[in-house]
């Protein structure tokens, strides 16, 4: 999606025809059709296709907020969502990946799509108290980090 829309424009209690979401924003029917692709919800069964109002709101203030936002600590960026998303549950397996760093992997909450990102092991503290990951991989990564970055853990954990 190129630009920003001023979605302030949009009747919340409205449903437009896709002609009528081009005229709003002055852009091609390709474009909201990507937008179906992405994501946006017609509403059910209706010919010629609808798009309520707040939905349509919704979805361009979403896209346009992730855009700007990076990923919340929590967070992983879904490919398939478009947007950063939660893990399933909060759910995630940590393996090693160098000696500095290791992969995060999940399930996104909304499309159950494979979420995955390489952290900083000197974020180990944050990411064992905000995923919930087995204990047997929290220990698993500590054996398999070089020893100074160990030594660092375990001052932080003190504190
Ligand atoms: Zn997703």
New binding site residues.
Partial sequence: MRGRFNTSHIRRNYSYTVPEICRLFGIHKNTVRDWFRKGLKKTDAQRPCLVHGEILKDFLNERQQSRRKKCASDQFY????R?P?RTMGNLADIEPRTKKTVMLTGL??????P?RKVQSAKALPVIFQTFDIPRQQQEDIRESLSPSLNCYLENESQR
């Fill in positions: 879904c490919f398939r969502c947007m998303r996104c909450e909304a499309c159950e799509a979420l």
